[in-house]
């Protein structure tokens, strides 16, 4: 499968643009769409609570919670489409994965703000593998200390990122919002829960 692989300082980065072939990825868009329990949680940010600029849903294996920005998510059990994917994408990073947290950008002014995935019970240096499905999004690093280091992908539709070495130490990303017209788009996020 082709890959290409970023050569930035103290991050391991790979990127799989074919991962999934484009009529499974439709399928997938148009399932998932439909099929997960999607909800727009609030999160606190400088002590005020203000929603999500998206939706979100969250799957683990059983006794498995995830709390981020104060957020407790309760899990819903994988259904058999995401089951069939971690396992791909198990197979393809030879890592474990024990949860999937779904992200739903419904246009361009959906987004995720600047952060890294570094929470501690994601463990010491975490492999976060991210599908996307649908609308291309620009998804951008920066590095924490040089202002210089800044990299950016266009995740299309089907692709696979995969985030591991000490890059959450190093490095924040985002997916900012978007002027273009762009079709919704779907992310899923495989990690490892300790």
């Given at each position: 499968?082709?890959?290409?692989?970023?050569?930035?300082?103290?991050?391991?980065?790979?990127?799989?643009?074919?991962?999934?072939?484009?009529?499974?990825?439709?399928?997938?868009?148009?399932?998932?769409?439909?099929?997960?329990?999607?909800?727009?949680?609030?999160?606190?940010?400088?002590?005020?609570?203000?929603?999500?600029?998206?939706?979100?849903?969250?799957?683990?294996?059983?006794?498995i919670?995830?709390?981020?920005?104060?957020?407790?998510?309760?899990?819903?059990?994988?259904s058999?489409?995401?089951?069939?994917?971690?396992?791909?994408?198990?197979?393809?990073?030879?890592?474990?994965?024990?949860?999937?947290?779904?992200?739903?950008?419904?246009?361009?002014?959906?987004?995720?703000?600047?952060?890294?995935?570094?929470?501690?019970?994601?463990?010491?240096?975490?492999?976060?593998?991210?599908?996307?499905?649908?609308?291309v999004?620009?998804?951008?690093?920066?590095h924490?200390?040089?202002?210089?280091?800044?990299?950016?992908?266009?995740?299309?539709?089907?692709?696979?990122?995969?985030?591991?070495?000490?890059?959450?130490?190093?490095?924040?990303?985002?997916?900012?919002?978007?002027?273009?017209?762009?079709?919704?788009?779907?992310?899923?996020?495989?990690?490892?829960?300790?």
């Amino acid at each position: 499968m082709k890959s290409e692989s970023f050569s930035l300082p103290d991050a391991e980065l790979q990127y799989f643009p074919d991962f999934l072939n484009p009529e499974k990825a439709d399928f997938l868009l148009e399932k998932l769409l439909k099929e997960i329990p999607w909800k727009q949680q609030n999160i606190k940010l400088f002590g005020k609570e203000i929603p999500q600029p998206r939706l979100t849903a969250f799957f683990a294996e059983k006794g498995i919670s995830y709390t981020y920005s104060g957020l407790q998510l309760k899990p819903e059990s994988f259904s058999a489409e995401l089951l069939e994917l971690k396992q791909q994408t198990e197979n393809l990073s030879g890592f474990n994965f024990n949860t999937c947290l779904a992200n739903l950008y419904r246009n361009g002014n959906d987004s995720m703000g600047w952060h890294a995935d570094d929470e501690k019970v994601l463990g010491e240096n975490p492999v976060i593998a991210s599908i996307s499905l649908g609308g291309v999004r620009s998804f951008q690093f920066k590095h924490k200390t040089n202002k210089n280091l800044k990299e950016k992908i266009d995740l299309q539709h089907g692709s696979l990122l995969i985030m591991e070495g000490s890059m959450q130490h190093f490095w924040k990303h985002q997916l900012p919002k978007t002027k273009k017209e762009v079709a919704s788009r779907i992310n899923l996020t495989f990690r490892k829960v300790q």
